[in-house]
Nanobody
């Protein structure tokens, strides 16, 4: 059974930085593309960034490029998202996703289909 678990969210001040982490078990981590998504209450989940299996290729939602950095450590089965210069509008639930999973309900982002999800980690930025 695939398990995805995010951590690292919290309450931060605007202008600060934060690094989110995501660990995966139950599936070969280094064989899967991964991504970060975020979702505000009442809105659709939107892609933030994705990264290929070996970490050499990354993709960012164009409006977020520059302050967000995705990376992975395959030896630790861990995905990261660093967010710099946090803004109040970055306040969302952030989800880690693994490529693959059931077809129904999948979200397509970058060149991949994602449908293995964690429970999310809340980021709240105060002004």
């Amino acid at each position: 059974q695939v398990q995805v678990m995010e951590s690292g969210g919290g309450l931060v001040q605007a202008g600060e930085s934060l690094t989110l982490s995501c660990t995966v078990s139950g599936l070969a981590f280094d064989l899967s593309a991964m991504a970060w998504f975020r979702q505000a209450p009442g809105k659709e989940r939107e892609g933030v960034s994705c990264i290929n299996r070996n970490g050499e290729n990354t993709y960012y939602e164009y409006s977020l490029e520059g302050r967000f950095t995705i990376s992975r450590d395959n030896a630790k089965n861990t995905l990261y998202l660093r967010i710099d210069s946090l803004k109040p509008e970055d306040s969302d639930m952030y989800y880690c996703a693994l490529a693959g999973g059931p077809q129904d309900g999948s979200i397509y982002f970058g060149s991949c289909r994602f449908n293995y999800w964690g429970q999310g980690t809340q980021v709240t930025v105060s002004s």
